[in-house]
């Protein structure tokens, strides 16, 4: 059976228009989502809803949904979408500057090599090619190829360190461990951004119970199975509405 999940990105407001800071997800036609929130992106299937949140200052606005049509390798979506900021990978080399997100991660590879940079998080090295981190796009060195594509954990990363080399250089990115850039059915998409819905029109009209974010803040992915029906009803009517 297919799943649906809200989720939320941190989005900005562009000639009138809601788009996520790094693009992603891209509302572009056909829809696609490829660098945020890795664990989903990795365990959504072919058939599942997505529905798009986008945080705006302190509101909430739904950006757009889609269902999942396909899910692609980086090297198959590079070709595809050459142009999208959200494919993470490039064949050209990145001029982005040197920074870690994980300064833990930092230290121990500073402690057990020093002060250098290590070339495997520059380049990605694969028996589909090598490729190098997209110029357009602001994750951290330490932050795109190891948490964005293969899913690294820190454990992982540790042992990196100690081989002083990424021990996945030699995985075929075509496998469909690493299918986990999505795009959507192109049948089955909308971009809602002209509506302006709110988060809180969406729970009164839902009966949605689960608050947008947490106690501490965070924004986690939420299950929708029994409220997106509602959802896609008051959708039409605030279409229709428009219209008068």
Not at 113 to 126: A, M
Not at 134 to 143: F, G, I, L, S
Not at 149 to 171: G, M, R
Request: net charge positive.
């Amino acid at each position: 059976m297919s799943k649906s999940f809200l989720i939320v990105f941190h989005g900005q407001i562009v000639n009138d228009k809601i788009v996520d800071i790094g693009d992603d997800p891209c509302f572009d036609s056909p829809p696609s989502w490829g660098i945020c929130r890795p664990p989903t992106r990795r365990s959504v299937k072919v058939g599942d809803t997505l529905i798009f949140i986008a945080k705006v200052g302190n509101d909430y606005f739904l950006k757009g949904w889609f269902r999942v049509g396909s899910k692609l390798d980086y090297p198959f979506a590079l070709r595809q979408f050459p142009s999208r900021q959200n494919v993470i990978i490039s064949t050209k080399l990145s001029t982005h500057p040197i920074k870690w997100r994980y300064k833990h991660l930092q230290k121990s590879y500073y402690n057990t090599h020093g002060q250098t940079t290590p070339n495997f998080l520059i380049q990605l090295y694969s028996a589909s090619g090598t490729f190098y981190h997209n110029q357009t796009d602001d994750h951290e060195t330490d932050n795109w190829k190891c948490r964005r594509v293969f899913h690294c954990t820190s454990k992982q990363f540790e042992k990196c360190i100690t081989a002083n080399s990424c021990l996945k250089n030699s995985a075929l990115l075509t496998a469909d461990e690493y299918k986990n850039y999505v795009v959507a059915d192109t049948n089955h998409w909308a971009d809602l951004d002209s509506l302006r819905i709110t988060f809180d029109e969406i729970a009164k009209a839902t009966k949605f119970p689960t608050p947008i974010k947490t106690p501490k803040g965070q924004h986690n992915v939420l299950r929708f199975d029994n409220y997106k029906e509602k959802l896609f009803t008051f959708i039409e009517t605030r279409k229709r509405d428009a219209k008068k």
